[in-house]
């Protein structure tokens, strides 16, 4: 539930890092977010909850995903749905325990994440929740679709939008992976409080 890099923090760099987070997570809820339709947005969300998942664990990126949308909405209270802040603090939780129990290198654990994520949630879990938005905003709870009818009709569309999205979200997270190797490396080779380890003699 939390990174190996994580737990190596002490306790105020702990509260350090989720408030940066946080921070982070509510300007790619405002500032960053861009309105395309009603249901599709340009954002940055994916990469701040995949960093979160790759430094904190998912515990914490879960946190940071939940916290940014509802401070996001208390400061811009425009469109909110709580399921969407919900699905997005799923997918960090779902990174970070990824990268934090699957074998192989980083690289090969970000290409895995990011097509399950992409199926369980982009396609998947988001495209239901979008349906129950409708259901309950636009049609005032009228029935007037079914599901997969309105799927058909709305989710190719919708894909193209948030495929390009999650894309660009998941080029961004490959182009930053060796500079996280190098600081969690970094750290890695310290103690907790911040000393050096000393190096072990071998034999």
């Known amino acids: 539930m939390f990174s190996k890099y994580f737990l190596s923090l002490s306790a105020s760099r702990k509260i350090a890092y989720l408030a940066v987070f946080v921070a982070l997570s509510v300007v790619a809820n405002t500032v ?17 909850c995949f960093l979160a998942a790759y430094l904190l664990g998912g515990a914490p990126a879960f946190l940071v ?6 401070l996001g909405y208390l400061i811009m209270p425009d469109g909110i749905y709580w399921f969407y802040g919900l699905t997005l ?14 074998p192989g290198s980083v690289y090969l654990k970000t290409g895995i994440v990011c097509a399950v994520c992409y199926v369980v949630f982009t396609v998947c879990l988001n495209s239901l929740v979008n349906y129950t938005y409708v259901l309950k905003f636009v049609w005032d709870g009228e029935v007037r679709k079914s599901l ?37 490396g970094r750290a890695a080779g310290k103690h907790a409080d911040g000393k050096p380890q000393e190096k072990q003699e071998n034999g």
Not at 33 to 46: A, E, H, L, M, R
Not at 157 to 184: D, E, H, K, M, W
């Open 32 to 48: 960053l977010d861009i309105d395309v339709t009603p249901q599709n947005k340009i954002t940055f969300t994916y990469f701040v």
């Open 65 to 70: 995903a939940f916290l940014g949308d509802a």
């Open 89 to 102: 603090a799923l997918f960090a939780l779902t990174a970070g325990l990824l990268l934090r129990y699957l």
């Open 148 to 184: 997969w009818v309105y799927l058909a009709g709305f989710l190719p569309p919708r894909l193209a939008i948030q495929t390009a999205v999650y894309a660009g979200n998941f080029v961004l997270c490959f182009s930053l992976l060796p500079l996280l190797g190098r600081l969690t």
